[in-house]
C-alpha cells in the first residue's frame, strides 16, 4: 500500500499553484489529503505531480461579511466546527461538519477538497446546495465562480472543474430560516447510506421557500419536486410525509453493499421528514 | 499487592505498561540491517488459468534483488500441509504461488524482493501476467451442483469432504432415528446463514526471515500463535532439519486464530533470504489481510427439529454447508466438524444427525477463526430453539429449561461424540434472566409494541468445549499435532521464578496468567515471576497453541512442574532444617516443619540457595531447583453460559438499539477476573461485528467487494453495548485447579442472541432474521416482505 512514484510541489501563493497545474499533465491538489492520499496508498490514483497548496498561507480562513460565509480552500474542517461564523450565519454547515468522519478526519480535512473530490455519500456537496453556496474556481486564464450544484451535479467522484483549476473558496449565503440535517450511517462517522440537508423559510400564511438536497446515491440531488411539494403549504405533517414521499422518489438511488436502491428510497423517505420537522420547527422560531 | 493467594485477583496485565506506552516490539518493529523488502503481486480475479508470466522488465528494475514465480522456486520447497485430515477429505495444501491458475482474489501470483516496499510495489505493476478467464463460483451451493465450475481439478468436483455425524456418541452408542422425525406431533424446519467474516487483528500478518548462511541457520521472526508446529512445518516445507530454524515471536496485535495458520509469504520471504543471503521482510498492508487471510464462519445450515408438543425435543439433524473458499488450509474443514458436533449444544438430544459438506468456491481459504465452528453450532441450536418455542407457543426460556442437560448428568454424552465434562445450565440459564429482569420485560413488551417500540429479547444459552485437547483423541480425530502444553519452570538461586512456556500471548494476558499461577502455587510475589515465550530456542514444543482456549492447560503444566519443584525443595529442606521429609510441607514461599510449635522453616530462595551450592544435596538429587512438565488433558473442557441480549428494531430503518447485555459464564474458577472480563467483552463484541457489521462480499466473478474498512465494517466501541457479567463457577473435575478455556467463549452466543431478539421483536410481522449479519437493509427487506 506504497502510492506510485511522483513530483512534488508546495507553492506559496495561488498563482504558483495554478502556474504549477497549467504547466504539468495530470496534476492534482493536495489540501487534507483525507480521500487524495489513501486512494493513492492504494494505487487507485496515481497523479504524475501533487501540488500541495498547504503552504499558502492566505488560503485558510473563515469570514463572514456582507451576508456571506466566506472559507479558504485550506481552512479546515475542525475550524468550520468550532468557528462563531459558521455557527452564526450557516448553522445548517456547522451541525452537517459534526457528522463528517471522524475528529482526526476533521482535523486535516476541508471542505474544498471535500467538494472537489466529490464523494456522493459525503455530506458537503448536498449541504452546500441545500445552501445555494458557490465556488470561486482559479486557473492560469483567470477566475470564475460556480454553483456547487452546477460543479457537482451529474458527476461522481469528479467535477465541472477543469485539469488546471482549483478551488480557492466556498460562498455560503447566511442562512434564513431553519434548517435540518438527517443522516443514516451504519457507523458513527462513517459515510451514510443516506443524508438529507433542508433549509426551510415561514412566512405567516406557511412554507414560504424551501431548498432540500439529498446524498447517497451516485449524485448528490436538488429535490426540488419535495421542494414544490413544500412551498406554500402549512408545514404540517401532511405536507412533510407529501414532501418526503416526492423526495424518495425522485432521488436517485443506487444499490451498493450496504443498501439497496429501494432501501435507500425508504431511508430518504424517513430522513426527509426528519429534516422538515426540524427545519420547520427552526423555522417557526425565526 | 500483597498477597500469594494469586488465583482469583483482579492482578492488572504485566503487559500493559509496554504496550499501552508504545514500547511493544511488533515484527514491523524489527529492522535487521541490510533488511530487504518483500511485496506480493496477488491475483486480481476469482478464477483465471495463469497462460503466462513475464518478469523480465521488473527482475531489470532499480533497486530489486529478486523476482520470485513459480519457475522460481526451489523444486525442494513443498505445499504447507493440510493438519487436520479427516478421512475422505480431499488432498490440498498451502502453495507459495499459485501454481497453473489462480482460484482467489489475493491468490499470491509473484513475489518481488527490492531495497524498499515502495521500489517492490513498483516492480509489482510491470509484472506482465496473462490470465485465462474461467467461470467462477461463489456460492456454497452452486459449487455443488452439477456442471458448476471445478476449482481444484485433481479433486473431480468442489466437494472438499461431505463428513456425516450419524448420531453416535462417544461411548459407540447410536440413538438416531429418522421415523421420529416423520411421526412426531410437531416439526419445526429452518434455514440459516451465517456471512463470510473473521478476526480482523490491529497489526496485520507480516514475518522476517534472516539466512545464517555459515551457521545454516533461518531465523524467522513471525506473528504465528503456534510457534513450535510453525517451526516444524516450515523446516519441512523447506527442506531444512528442524534445528536449522528458529521462531522468535515478538508482540503480537491479536490473532484471534488467523494467525495460527500457515501461509504462503511464510515461504516466500524464507526462499528470499535463502537465496539472497539477507534478512527479507513482508508487512502485509490491510488490503492484504482482508483479501488474504483466512475467512472464516461462512455456512448455510438446515435443520430439523422433531419435538413433543409439550415441548420436548425428540431430535435434531440437518446439513452444514460450509463455503470453504479455493482450497483447504491448515485446519482442512475443521471449524464445519465443530459446528456439527456443536449443534446439540446443552440439551438432551440424542437422536441426531448432521450431513457436514464443505465447498470449495473462488473466495478466500476458510479456516481457522475463534471460536473454530462453535459459534456456528451454537447460531443453528439457538434459532431453532426459539423457532420451536414460537410453533409450539411456548416462551423461549421455557422450551430451554425443558430440555437442558441437568447437572447431575455429567459426563454428558453428547450425541456427535463430545463429551461434556460439567456444568450447572439450568443455573446459567436462571442467572440471567434473573439479570435481565425477564419477567417484567415480558411484561413490558406489549405495551411498548402499543407506543410503536419493538422490543426484542434474546436468549442464547451455549457450551464452549475448550481446552483442546488429548493428544490420542486429536489422533482419532486424524488432527496431526499433539494436545499438550509443556512448561518449564526455574527457581533461580535468589528464589524467584521464571516459566518457560510455548504458548504465544496474542493480547489476552498469557504472561499475566500464568505468572499468577506460579506465583500462587509458589507461593511468592507475582513480580519475582518472569515469564519467557515467543523463542523456540528456549521454551518448550507446543503442538497446539490456540491460546484463546489454552490457559488452563498450559497452567497445569506450570502447576505439576512446581508441584515437582516442591517435593525437591522438601526433600533440600529435610536436609537443611535436620528434620524428615514426611514431617515438612511448602506454603508461602517456604518449607516448615509440620505442626510444630516454635516455627522453623527455610524459605525458597534458602532452599534454592542449596541448590544451586550442591554443597549437601539429597543423595540421588540433581544440583537446580527446576522441572519440566508436559501436561496431556484427560478430556476437554466445557465452559458453558448464557446470554441475554435486550433491543429495540426501528422498522422504518432497521436500525438497532441495544438496551441491555447479560452475559452469565461459566469457565470454572477464574485465575483473573478482570482478564476472564477483558477477553469476554471482546469476544462479544467480535461476535456483534458478525452478526450485524462485518462480511467479506463478493460478486458473480470472485471480485472482492470489500478490501478496505470503509466496506468491511468493524464494531467500534459506539456499537458495542454495556455488558453485565456475571458467573457461575463449576469446576472442571478432571483439570488441576478445575479451571476451563475461556478466551472463545463470548464469541459462541451473541449470534443467535441477537437473531432470536430481532425475531422477537418483529414476532407481530413473523419476520424471523435467519441470516446474519442483520444489517439495516437486509432486515429493512425482510420487514417490507413480512407487511407486502
Not at chain 2, 488465583?7 to 514491523?28: K, M, N, Q, S, T
Not at chain 2, 473431480?156 to 461431505?162: F, P, Q
Not at chain 2, 483466512?294 to 455456512?299: D, E, K, T
Not at chain 2, 507461593?523 to 523456540?536: E, L
Request: charged share 20%; with cysteine.
Amino acid at each position: 500500500m506504497k502510492p506510485a512514484a511522483f513530483e512534488y510541489h508546495a507553492p506559496e501563493s495561488v498563482d504558483d499553484a495554478v502556474g504549477l497545474l497549467s504547466s504539468h499533465e495530470d496534476a492534482k491538489v493536495l489540501a487534507g489529503g483525507q480521500s487524495l492520499v489513501p486512494m493513492m496508498s492504494f494505487r487507485l490514483a496515481r497523479p504524475a505531480t501533487i501540488v500541495d497548496i498547504n503552504g499558502i498561507s492566505d488560503l485558510d480562513y473563515i469570514q463572514c461579511s456582507d451576508g456571506v460565509v466566506q472559507i479558504g480552500a485550506t481552512a479546515r474542517q475542525s475550524a468550520l466546527e468550532e468557528s462563531c461564523e459558521v455557527a452564526a450565519c450557516a448553522p445548517l454547515l456547522a451541525e452537517a461538519t459534526g457528522h463528517v468522519g471522524h475528529r482526526a478526519i476533521r482535523n486535516r480535512g476541508t471542505l474544498a477538497g471535500s467538494l472537489a473530490h466529490n464523494d456522493p455519500a459525503s455530506e458537503y456537496p448536498a449541504v452546500l446546495m441545500a445552501l445555494g453556496a458557490s465556488v470561486t474556481a482559479v486557473s492560469s486564464g483567470g477566475s470564475r465562480v460556480l454553483s456547487v450544484e452546477d460543479l457537482v451535479s451529474g458527476h461522481f467522484l469528479s467535477t465541472a472543474l477543469g485539469p488546471d483549476e482549483m478551488i480557492t473558496e466556498v460562498s455560503v449565503p447566511a442562512q434564513s430560516g431553519g434548517h435540518g440535517f438527517a443522516e443514516f450511517a451504519r457507523r458513527h462517522g462513517d459515510f451514510a447510506v443516506a443524508g438529507v440537508a433542508a433549509v426551510v423559510n415561514m412566512n405567516g400564511s406557511g412554507v414560504a421557500s424551501a431548498s432540500i438536497a439529498a446524498f447517497g446515491g451516485t449524485s448528490p440531488a436538488r429535490l426540488d419536486e419535495a421542494e414544490s411539494a413544500l412551498v406554500g403549504s402549512d408545514g404540517g405533517s401532511d405536507a412533510v410525509a407529501e414532501a418526503a414521499a416526492r423526495a424518495a422518489s425522485q432521488f436517485p438511488a443506487t444499490d451498493d453493499i450496504h443498501g439497496s436502491a429501494d432501501y435507500r428510497r425508504a431511508l430518504i423517505d424517513v430522513l426527509t421528514r426528519q429534516a422538515l420537522q426540524q427545519a420547520i420547527a427552526g423555522a417557526q422560531e425565526v | 499487592m500483597t498477597t500469594t493467594e494469586w488465583i482469583g485477583a483482579r492482578a492488572p496485565r504485566r503487559e500493559d505498561p509496554a504496550l499501552i506506552r508504545g514500547r511493544g516490539r511488533y515484527v514491523a518493529d524489527i529492522n535487521l540491517p541490510g533488511t530487504l523488502h518483500m511485496a506480493i503481486l496477488r491475483s486480481p480475479m476469482g478464477h483465471a488459468s495463469i497462460n503466462s508470466i513475464d518478469a523480465s522488465e521488473a527482475r531489470a528494475m532499480d533497486g530489486v534483488h529478486m523476482v520470485i514465480t513459480p519457475d522460481d522456486i526451489p523444486d525442494h520447497v513443498t505445499q504447507f500441509p493440510v493438519i487436520w485430515r479427516l478421512p475422505g477429505q480431499k488432498d490440498s495444501g498451502t502453495p507459495a504461488l499459485a501454481e497453473g491458475k489462480v482460484r482467489y482474489v489475493g491468490e499470491p501470483v509473484a513475489a518481488v524482493v527490492a531495497e524498499s516496499r515502495y521500489v517492490a510495489e513498483d516492480a509489482l505493476d510491470a509484472i506482465d501476467v496473462d490470465y485465462e478467464p474461467l467461470d467462477a463460483v461463489t456460492d456454497a451451493e452452486a459449487a455443488l451442483e452439477e456442471g458448476a465450475p471445478v476449482i481444484n481439478e485433481d479433486w473431480g468436483d468442489n466437494v472438499a469432504i461431505h463428513h456425516v455425524f450419524a448420531g453416535y456418541n462417544a461411548l459407540g452408542e447410536c440413538h438416531y432415528d429418522a421415523e421420529t422425525f416423520d411421526n412426531a406431533e410437531v416439526t419445526v424446519r429452518g434455514r440459516l446463514k451465517i456471512g463470510r467474516h473473521s478476526g480482523i487483528p490491529l497489526e496485520t500478518r507480516g514475518i522476517v526471515a534472516d539466512w545464517d548462511e555459515v551457521h545454516g541457520r533461518l531465523t524467522v521472526h513471525s506473528e504465528s500463535q503456534v510457534a513450535s508446529l510453525f517451526r516444524t512445518e516450515l523446516a519441512a516445507s523447506l527442506g531444512l532439519p528442524e534445528t536449522a530454524v528458529r521462531v522468535l515471536t515478538p508482540n503480537m496485535g491479536g490473532g484471534f486464530g488467523n494467525k495460527w495458520d500457515r501461509y504462503p509469504e511464510d515461504l516466500l520471504v524464507s526462499i528470499a533470504s535463502m537465496e539472497l543471503g539477507k534478512p527479507v521482510k513482508w508487512i502485509g498492508d490491510r488490503r492484504e489481510g482482508l483479501m488474504a487471510t483466512v475467512h472464516g464462519r461462512a455456512q448455510v445450515q438446515e435443520w430439523e427439529m422433531a419435538l413433543q408438543s409439550d415441548g420436548t425435543i425428540l431430535g435434531l439433524r440437518g446439513k452444514v454447508i460450509n463455503d470453504l473458499g479455493a482450497h483447504l488450509h491448515s485446519v482442512g474443514i475443521g471449524p464445519a466438524w465443530v459446528t456439527g458436533a456443536a449443534a446439540p449444544n446443552q440439551y438432551k438430544i440424542a437422536n441426531y444427525y448432521c450431513d457436514v459438506i464443505a465447498a470449495a468456491t473462488n473466495k478466500a481459504p476458510s479456516s481457522t477463526f475463534r471460536g473454530f465452528g462453535g459459534p456456528e453450532g451454537i447460531f443453528g441450536a439457538e434459532r431453532m430453539m426459539d423457532k420451536a418455542a414460537k410453533q409450539l407457543g411456548m416462551d423461549p426460556a421455557e422450551i430451554r429449561r425443558k430440555n437442558m442437560i441437568q447437572p447431575d448428568q455429567f459426563p454428558w454424552f453428547n450425541a456427535a461424540g463430545a463429551v461434556y465434562d460439567s456444568g450447572n445450565f439450568p443455573e446459567c440459564l436462571e442467572k440471567a434472566l434473573e439479570a435481565a429482569d425477564y419477567d417484567r420485560l415480558r411484561a413490558e413488551q406489549a405495551e411498548l409494541r402499543e407506543q410503536g417500540i419493538f422490543r426484542g429479547i434474546g436468549i442464547s444459552s451455549y457450551i464452549h468445549v475448550s481446552g483442546f485437547g488429548p493428544s490420542p483423541i486429536l489422533g482419532y480425530l486424524s488432527y496431526y499435532t499433539g494436545g499438550y502444553e509443556g512448561s518449564t519452570v526455574k527457581v533461580d538461586p535468589n528464589g524467584k521464578a521464571t516459566v518457560y512456556t510455548g504458548m504465544i500471548p496474542m493480547g489476552q494476558g498469557t504472561e499475566t496468567t500464568l505468572a499468577q499461577v506460579a506465583a500462587h502455587h509458589l507461593g511468592i510475589d507475582m513480580d519475582d515471576v518472569r515469564v519467557v515465550w515467543g523463542d523456540t530456542d528456549q521454551t518448550p514444543y507446543t503442538g497446539f497453541g490456540s491460546a484463546g482456549s489454552r490457559s488452563n492447560v498450559a497452567a497445569v503444566a506450570v502447576i505439576r512442574a512446581i508441584e515437582e519443584i516442591k517435593a525437591k525443595a522438601i526433600r533440600i529442606g529435610a536436609g537443611m532444617l535436620e528434620a524428615d521429609a514426611d514431617d515438612l510441607e511448602y506454603a508461602e514461599g517456604a518449607v516448615s516443619v509440620k505442626g510444630a510449635e516454635e516455627m522453623r522453616s527455610v524459605t525458597l530462595a534458602q532452599v534454592a540457595q542449596q541448590a544451586y551450592w550442591a554443597h549437601a544435596l539429597p543423595e540421588g538429587d540433581q544440583p537446580f531447583l527446576e522441572a519440566t512438565y508436559v501436561y496431556d488433558p484427560p478430556n476437554f473442557t466445557t465452559a458453558s453460559g448464557c446470554h441475554v441480549v435486550v433491543l429495540d428494531v426501528d422498522t422504518k430503518t432497521g436500525k438497532i438499539t441495544f438496551q441491555n447485555y447479560v452475559i452469565v459464564d461459566d469457565c470454572g474458577p477464574v485465575i483473573n477476573p478482570l482478564l476472564v472480563e477483558g477477553q469476554i467483552h471482546g469476544g462479544v463484541a467480535q461476535a456483534l461485528g458478525g452478526a450485524l457489521l462485518e462480511e467479506f462480499v463478493y460478486d458473480e466473478e470472485g471480485q472482492l467487494l470489500t478490501t478496505s474498512f470503509m466496506d468491511y465494517l468493524l464494531p467500534s466501541f459506539t456499537d458495542v453495548p454495556d455488558m453485565e457479567i456475571h458467573h457461575v463457577v463449576t469446576p472442571s473435575p478432571h483439570t488441576d485447579g478445575g479451571f476451563k478455556g475461556m478466551g472463545e467463549a463470548g464469541t459462541f452466543p451473541p449470534g443467535a442472541a441477537v437473531a432470536n431478539a430481532v425475531t422477537d421483536a418483529l414476532s407481530h410481522l413473523g419476520v424471523e432474521a435467519d441470516e446474519l449479519p442483520i444489517t439495516p437493509s437486509r432486515l429493512w427487506g425482510l420487514i417490507q416482505e413480512a407487511t407486502g
